[in-house]
């Protein structure tokens, strides 16, 4: 009899706990991602871009996501490289792209945002960088 006595304390006490998890973080989805900046840039040869790409990630509800894992985003480019100025967004949802541009002159990089195989509005994105005549 004690033992089912101390079992069922144990599992009030285990579902109680649970139901004071917030799993509101586990459960946001992405609703949009924005080009803020660094498109149409112009360069004269082969070098880092003088702006960083950004791009501003929301939840579905409007809100910036903030903290959304850059593993989630995928670049592609065909001259240069790209790479990522941290491992998330920032506080305002915001992340920074530095981009070193390739000898073509036009180039792109498109920026696509996955979400569990869900639309995301406005993603893929296409930044174009224009080499001086």
Request: with cysteine; proline share 4%.
């Amino acid at each position: 009899m004690k033992k089912i006595i101390i079992f069922q304390i144990l599992l009030i006490a285990s579902l109680y706990s649970c139901s004071k998890y917030d799993d509101s973080a586990t459960t946001d989805v992405v609703g949009s991602v924005e080009l803020v900046s660094g498109d149409n840039q112009t360069y004269d040869f082969p070098t880092q871009l003088a702006e960083p790409i950004v791009i501003l990630i929301k939840k579905e509800s409007g809100e910036p996501f903030v903290n959304f894992p850059t593993d989630l985003i995928h670049i592609e480019l065909l001259d240069g490289s790209a790479s990522f100025t941290s491992t998330s967004t920032n506080s305002e949802g915001k992340l920074f792209i530095n981009w070193t541009v390739g000898n073509t002159e036009r180039q792109t990089l498109t920026i696509s945002v996955s979400n569990n195989g869900i639309e995301i509005e406005n993603s893929p994105i296409t930044v174009t960088a224009i080499k001086r005549a």
